[in-house]
């Protein structure tokens, strides 16, 4: 059996990913501090008491910090990671 490993570089990257999606992780910093810095106003929790985050893999992830950040308000937080949202929704 004769397995030829190829070491991971730049130019086995671009090998592999011919759309070059792996030079946009490069940037993730820079995205995050833009995004961070921008001039949001707050959102207004008066009228929600019960917020529910749906996704899986990464995007389950953030409805998680997202769920510890409002563990703070007095709001009913739901991280959803299945294929049913609760009856509740609406």
Do not use: C, R
Not at 15 to 27: A, R
Not at 60 to 86: A, C, W
């Amino acid at each position: 059996m004769n397995i030829k490993l190829e070491i991971l570089n730049i130019s086995t990257m671009e090998k592999i990913d011919l759309q070059k999606i792996f030079k946009i992780y490069d940037d993730w910093p820079k995205i995050a501090e833009k995004s961070f810095n921008l001039d949001i106003k707050s959102e207004d929790f008066k009228n929600i008491n019960h917020i529910v985050f749906a996704g899986m893999g990464g995007s389950g992830t953030i409805g998680d910090i997202f769920e510890s950040i409002l563990s703070k308000k007095k709001i009913h937080v739901n991280v959803v990671k299945g294929y049913v949202l609760p009856k509740t929704v609406d």
